[in-house]
C-alpha cells in the first residue's frame, strides 16, 4: 500500500483527543514524566551494569568495555532511528485520523528493522578485528572486548523488534505501556547482571548476555501487550512487506535520530581513538575513567531524550490538527523544562563528579583523571537539551531536512574537528574543551532557527497548511 504525502485536513474533529485539546504543559508532563521514567529505569541498567563491571572486575574490564561500547551505541542508535521514524509518522496519522496509514507505517516497520539489523550485525562481527584496528583498541583489553561486544552484536536483532513495538506504544500516546516494558527489561538486567558476574563468574560476557536476555523477556512482554489492545496501532501482516516508499519515509523521519544518537557512537569511537593517540603513555585509565563518566552522561542525560519524545508526539498531533499556537507553545514548555535539568546536571558534574565516579571505582588515578575531564567536558550541558528539542519539534512536523542539520551541526561540523585541531595545535588536554564549546554554540542556534521558523509558522494563519510545510 501506498502512503500518500498530501496535506492534512486541519478541519477533522479531533475534539476527543487530550493531546489536541488539554493544557500543553499538563500533556507535556503527562507523556514525559512516564516516559522519562521508563527511560530512567531503563538507562539503570546500563549504569549498574558499568558499577558491576568496575566492582566485580575491575578498571582494566571498564576500559574494555568502554573501548567497545560505540559499537553497541551504533546499534542501538540505527534500531532507535527506525523506531523514531515509525513514530513520526504514526503519531501525525492518528492525530490526522488515518488509521490504516498508521498501521501500514508500523507494520512495515518491522520488515525494514529485522532486515537492517541481520545484515549490521553480521557485517559488524565478521569484521570486529578491523574496527578494533580502527578504533586503536589496545591489544592488551581486545580479549575482553571481544567477549562483551559478541554477543551483543549477534543478538541485538532482538532489540531491533522490541524497539519497534515500545515505540508504538509511545506513538500511540501511551507511554506507560512503554515504561512498562522498559522497566521490566532494566530490573531483569540488573538481576542477571549480579547472578552472573558475581554468582557465576562470567565476566564481562555475563554482562553481556544479561542485556540480551533482559532484552528478550521484554520482547515477549511487548508483544503481549500489543496483542492485548494497549497501543492504538495495530500489526497487520498484509502491510508487513509494504511500498518502498514506506520504508524511506521512515528512514528520512528518523535520519535525525540517526545523526544524533550515530553522532554519540562516533563521538565515543573518535575519543577512544584520540585518548590512544594523544594520551598514548596511559590510555587505559583515561579511557577506564571517561567511560564511567559516558555511563553517567548517558544516564542523566536520559530526561532530555524523554522530553524530546514528548515534544515530537505533542508537535506530530497538533502539527498533523494544524493547530500551530499549540506546537509553539510545547517547544517552549519543552525547552524550559531541558534549561532547568541542564542547570542542575551541570552543577553535579563540573562540579560533584567525584560522588559519582567513587561509586564505580575507588582507583585514585581514574578518580583524578574522571575529576579533570568532568569538569571541562560537561560545562556546556545547560544548554543540551536545545538542540534535541528543536530535533524533536521539526521530526515531529515531519521535516527530515532542519531535524537532520540541527543534530548534524553541533557533532559534526563542530565537535569533530574541534576534537582534531584543538589537541592536534594546542595542549592534548584542550581536547575536552572540543564539548562545551560544540554543546553552547550548537545549542544556541539550533534555539534560534526553532524560533524563528515558529515565529514565521505561528504569525502565517491565513496559508493553507501545504504551504506551511516548507519547513
Known amino acids: 500500500m501506498s502512503i500518500q504525502s498530501s496535506s492534512v485536513d486541519a478541519e477533522l474533529d479531533h475534539a476527543d483527543t487530550p493531546l489536541l485539546t488539554s493544557n500543553i504543559t499538563k500533556q507535556f508532563l503527562l507523556i514525559a514524566i512516564p516516559t522519562t521514567l521508563g527511560m530512567v529505569i531503563n538507562g539503570l541498567y546500563s549504569f549498574v551494569d558499568a558499577i558491576f563491571i568496575s566492582k566485580g572486575i575491575g578498571s582494566h574490564a571498564m576500559a574494555a568495555v ?32 488515518r488509521q490504516k496509514d498508521a498501521d501500514t507505517v508500523f507494520s512495515a516497520s518491522f520488515s525494514l528493522a529485522i532486515t537492517i539489523a541481520v545484515i549490521l550485525c553480521l557485517l559488524i562481527y565478521f569484521n570486529l578485528a578491523a574496527i578494533f584496528d580502527f578504533l586503536k583498541v589496545p591489544q592488551h583489553l581486545r580479549v575482553n572486548a571481544t567477549d562483551y561486544i559478541t554477543p551483543i552484536v549477534l543478538f541485538w536483532i532482538i532489540g531491533f523488534v522490541s524497539n519497534q513495538i515500545t515505540e508504538g506504544f509511545r506513538a500511540s500516546g501511551n507511554p ?27 565476566g ?68 577512544v581513538y584520540s585518548i590512544s593517540t594523544f594520551f598514548s603513555e596511559q590510555p587505559d585509565t583515561i579511557i577506564a575513567a571517561h567511560g564511567i563518566l559516558v555511563r553517567c552522561y548517558m544516564f542523566l542525560f536520559l530526561p532530555i531524550i524523554g522530553m524530546m519524545i514528548a515534544l515530537q508526539t505533542l508537535s506530530g498531533f497538533n502539527y498533523g490538527a494544524g493547530q500551530y499556537q499549540r506546537v509553539r507553545s510545547a517547544y517552549l514548555v519543552a525547552i524550559s523544562a531541558s534549561t532547568l535539568w541542564g542547570l542542575m546536571v551541570t552543577w553535579l558534574l563540573c562540579f560533584n563528579a567525584d560522588l559519582l565516579i567513587r561509586l564505580f571505582t575507588n582507583d585514585t588515578q581514574v578518580i583524578a583523571q574522571g575529576l579533570d575531564i568532568a569538569k571541562v567536558c560537561f560545562a556546556g550541558f545547560i544548554t543540551a537539551g536545545f538542540c534535541m528539542m528543536s530535533s524533536g519539534l521539526f521530526q515531529g512536523m515531519g521535516r527530515a531536512l532542519p531535524a537532520t542539520f540541527l543534530d548534524a551541526a553541533r557533532n559534526y561540523i563542530l565537535l569533530f574537528p574541534l576534537m582534531y585541531l584543538l589537541p592536534t595545535y594546542f595542549a592534548k588536554e584542550d581536547l575536552w574543551f572540543a564539548f562545551p564549546i560544540a554543546d553552547v554554540v550548537g545549542g544556541v542556534f539550533a534555539l534560534s532557527f526553532s524560533l524563528i521558523t515558529l515565529q514565521y509558522l505561528t504569525h502565517r494563519e491565513d496559508l493553507p497548511l501545504e504551504h506551511k510545510k516548507f519547513i
Not at 521490566?184 to 549480579?194: Q, V, Y
Open 176 to 202: 506507560k505501556a512503554m515504561m512498562q516494558v522498559l522497566s521490566s527489561a532494566s530490573i531483569l538486567n540488573i538481576i542477571l547482571d549480579a547472578v552472573f558476574i558475581f554468582g557465576f563468574g562470567w
Open 66 to 97: 568502554s573501548a567497545v561500547f560505540p559499537i553497541q551505541m551504533l546499534l542501538i542508535a540505527i534500531s532507535t532511528m527506525l523506531g523514531s521514524g515509525m513514530a513520526s509518522l504514526v503519531s501525525r496519522y492518528l492525530g490526522a485520523k
Open 204 to 271: 564481562v560476557s555475563g554482562a553481556a548476555w544479561a542485556t540480551i536476555i533482559a532484552i528478550f523477556v521484554a520482547l515477549l512482554l511487548g508483544i503481549k501487550l500489543q496483542k492485548s489492545g494497549e497501543s492504538e496501532v495495530g500489526f497487520n501482516r498484509e502491510y508487513l512487506f509494504s511500498s518502498i516508499k514506506v520504508h524511506f519515509r521512515i528512514l528520512s523521519l528518523g535520519l535525525p535520530v540517526l545523526m544524533s544518537h550515530g553522532g554519540f557512537s562516533l563521538t565515543l569511537a573518535a575519543t
